[in-house]
């Protein structure tokens, strides 16, 4: 939780407003001073927007937990005014209710969409993570994987081809065998931060396995984590959305896809503080001369008694196995 905001909510728990009157403070004064939190008689929370006369208002009741009004309240004697009143009916989503405060308030001081607009937007995304929140956060491989594929999104298929049809091949997610699959092609995305290379980890002996009918590429991600370096998983899947802000649909199905990673903003404080470079990038094909094991590569198959192989390849000395190092050069 922030602090900031913590603090505020204690102060507010502390007081008692009677009837239908709400107590309220700035928590963000140095980042926008249009948001309050406050608190009703039966100690309920609420984010307060104030609105200008020109701008539009919203009433949603579709988020779990959560309602939006616009409603007329008056501060001690001025005239009432007109803000957006959110309010959260869920002691279990007030931590996920602080951080959705900060994102309105960050975007509120950006003044690129009238808050009605950034509200709309931030619940959208919130609405699939609303009770879902998970307690553990992403391991690091998982966070350096998922990262990876979302590189290959935004870096390769997006700005290929049409953005709901790159999404629509993300199926990773979904359990399918290869992260991304359309007809006749299939990429495993793999990322290693290995001082060694381009050392990866492979899951089974099916991973790499090509589709019945086509072909398979291996996507290589190298990355170097430093506290200097230019990305984290927020900011990828910030940079992600950017790509898909204008088409509704490609949006809600990355957000539909992106929530069965496992991810959850209600950790991107804590994501964000792994900061990464990228190293190099190059798509392989995956053919005969590919260093892996297939279930035919055991004699007399797999003995009995063992369930999963994994094993590393290496693919430092495999440079003639490239098809492409940048999207630019290779067909999606």
Known sequence: MNPAASDIWTKLDSSNPPGDKLNAKQPFPDISNRILFAIDSEKKRHILIILTESEGGLDDRNSRGLTVLTRDLRIHDKEPERYLDIECRDSAGYPAFDIIGLEIAKELSKAHYPPAEIVRRILARWR????????????????????AELWFLCHWLIPSIAPLEAIVRWRGPYGARH???WPGRSVEVKVSSSPRGRIHHIHGLEQLESPEGGNLFLYSLLIREERGGQYSLPLLISECRRLLDSDAEA???FEATLVRTGYSPAHDEEYGKIMFRIAGEALFTVDNNFPRLLPGSIAGGIPPGIERVEYEINLNNSEDLIVARSASEFTI
Do not use: Y
């Not at 609303?130 to 491989?141: A, F, K, N, V």
């Open 128 to 147: 699939r993570f609303w009770g879902q929140i998970p307690s553990e956060m992403l391991s690091r491989e998982e966070l350096f994987g998922l990262c």
């Open 179 to 181: 992260d991304f699959e």
């Open 251 to 253: 949006m809600e199905e």
